[in-house]
């Protein structure tokens, strides 16, 4: 998501753009349940990340318009926002503590009960009686706006050239990656590897690092909640959440480990599965449709970056963690910024 917003927003400022990726769209990016949600994404220490996100919302419509002149297809944006409820006492306790996070940070948040709100609560388990309301998080499909964002770029001009890039080095008017396949000359060079390794001959400062935090998703067709917001649940303790798509698609998620093996394990399968059906019973007839894995690149202090390499050809924008689609409009204009500034 990172490299193709990044291509776009270049290819439309009228730079040429080659992009490498040996399978695009198939990194974290694919994983990813597409919520953007500032505020039900708040954790204690995160401020700067907090604010930072806010500004995402606005720039993925404008994105989404721009999308939409290239290719006649704009992205969805579903501006939800999102229920959180608890399901035992403990985990009850833990939504208390998260409102109370909530308000420090000034996140527009309300107490709601299925009496008041019936439809907020459809399908979610009878002994979930009240919750919070957040107002302004949304969601889009990363599957939706990858292909639009792909097709923008096949319009705009944006060569893709499905290699993996093995090494990179800068010359004394640019810079030079270099596959098994070839080697490519440009002025300059945009480093968009997720949480991978980056290629030999990146020379990064110790400031940066990104370690990967593998997390999967299940996708089910069940029932339609789409009118409804995103459901965020504390369940034994866990994290959960059901972001609903029109027509009964909904995406169910998320496990955290800090692992690099992109496997998916049956135990944690078993546990996602029975947190979903605890919290939603309605799901107990879905359909799977499929289970997908993914690393998140996050970074030491859990903040993305843009670093431009020794030597100011090159650059490496990661770190996005669990917030990479929410952010990639943002990377988009650091991009930018750098090209404009370095040419
Ligand atoms: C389970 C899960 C749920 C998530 N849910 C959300 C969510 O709801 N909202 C949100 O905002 N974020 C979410 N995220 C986080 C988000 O998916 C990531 O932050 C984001 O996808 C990172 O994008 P990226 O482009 O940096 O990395 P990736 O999507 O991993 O892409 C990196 C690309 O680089 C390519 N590549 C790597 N090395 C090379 C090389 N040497 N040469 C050429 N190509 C290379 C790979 O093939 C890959 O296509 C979620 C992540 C996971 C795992």
């Not at 704009?74 to 985990?91: H, P």
């Amino acid at each position: 998501m990172i490299g193709q917003t990044s291509a776009f927003r270049l290819a439309r400022a009228g730079f040429s753009v080659t992009m490498f990726d040996p399978s695009p769209g198939h990194g974290a990016t694919y994983a990813a349940a597409g919520m953007i949600a500032p505020s039900a994404e708040i954790a204690p220490g995160e401020e700067e990340n907090y604010v930072l996100q806010l500004r995402a919302l606005p720039s993925w419509r404008s994105l989404s318009v721009e999308l939409s002149e290239v290719t006649d297809h704009q992205v969805d944006i579903f501006e939800t926002g999102t229920l959180v409820v608890g399901w035992d006492g403990s985990d009850r306790r833990l939504m208390s503590q998260y409102a109370q996070i909530a308000a420090d940070f000034n996140a527009e948040i309300r107490s709601v009960s299925r009496n008041t709100s019936p439809e907020m609560f459809e399908g979610i388990s009878g002994r979930i009686t009240d919750g919070i309301f957040i107002g302004g998080d949304a969601w889009l499909d990363p599957d939706q706006a990858m292909r639009i964002v792909g097709s923008a770029n096949e319009r705009l001009g944006v060569r893709l050239v499905h290699e993996t890039i093995q090494s990179i080095r800068t010359t004394p008017d640019g810079v030079e990656a270099i596959s098994a396949e070839g080697e490519y000359r440009a002025s300059i060079g945009i480093l968009a590897t997720g949480a991978e390794h980056l290629p030999h001959g990146a020379e990064v400062t110790s400031e940066n690092v990104v370690r990967p935090v593998r997390g999967m998703t299940v996708r089910v067709r069940g029932i339609d909640r789409s009118a409804q917001p995103t459901i965020r649940a504390f369940v034994h303790g866990h994290f959960f959440y059901m972001v609903s798509r029109p027509g009964g698609y909904c995406v169910l998620g998320a496990t955290s480990d800090e692992r690099r093996d992109p496997i998916i394990e049956l135990g944690e399968t078993q546990r996602l599965l029975r947190d979903a059906l605890d919290v939603v019973p309605a799901l107990d007839s879905a359909a799977i449709l499929d289970s997908r894995v993914g690393l998140r690149p996050a970074s030491k202090d859990l903040r993305p970056f843009f670093e431009v390499l020794a030597g100011g050809r090159w650059a490496w924008s990661s770190g996005h963690y669990r917030h990479g689609v929410t952010l990639a409009p943002l990377a988009a204009l650091d991009a930018l910024e750098f090209a404009v500034a370095t040419t």
